[in-house]
């Protein structure tokens, strides 16, 4: 084999794959040698409870000390992990991955081939306190649901608040990382990819597609438009309604902005300098002027 020759010219017998997207090939390849994991066997548990009035698919895995409240639906080819906890009125679809350790509020709606990690609560009340005039506060009762749509990925420990009246909106196929913790009315477009430890405050509208950045910060009431890329670390503070921009920083801006004003305080070192030296200068033509 000659090692020197370039790939995919027939001078040897080395084979190669020629593709327009390499990653996504890499992850076709890689799903061919991928075991899949057994989060739970066939059937349901003996140990598990499930509800008399729930209504179970076909083919379901049901783990041990599976717990599944009155008037559940949980749709064909589901799996719930070990400990998982569904109370009353839940809504599974068909093709479901719930791993162990999942906590899944009343009134829940789960569409298809939603795939949830361990530790994730999914409609604990959201954060919502009157103040009084003695400096305590009043709990507001939550009284929405959560909706997640179809192909939606949420990773571990990651917390969706259910709505105070309405709903809280995971869109289809949104993709939500671990730590994550989206608050009461939030609606996250689809396809939108959110990366750990990103906090949306309630009442975020975020758009399609979009990317949101590690450890970013939303405050409350603000829209975020379609394809919109949000910075690690991001500190949003106001709306971004045209679609397609880049915002980064605290406060968040314009990506181009942010990188100009990050120069610009790089500059103010040697401009301090060249000031002190023209104040020295000045200082010494004074002398001169005053003797």
Known sequence: MNLDAPVGDGSDDRSFLKVK?????FVFILKQFAVSRQVAAPGKAATALVAPSARLGSNLSIGEHVVIGERCVIGDDTVIGPNTVLMHDVTVGSGCMLF???????GTEIGDRVTVHSGTVIGADGFGFAPQKDGSYIK???????????DVEIGANTTIDRATMGKTLIGKGAKIDNLVQIAHNCQIGGDTVIASQAGISGSVKIGRQCLIGGQAGFAGHLEIADRTSVAAKAGISKSFTEPGQAIRGVPAQLMRDQFRQEAQVRGIGPMKARLEALETQLKALQDRLDG
């Open 21 to 25: 997207d390499p990653y996504t090939a």
């Open 100 to 106: 162990p350790l999942v906590t899944i509020y009343d």
């Open 140 to 150: 507001i009762p939550q009284m929405g649901t959560v909706q997640i749509e179809d």
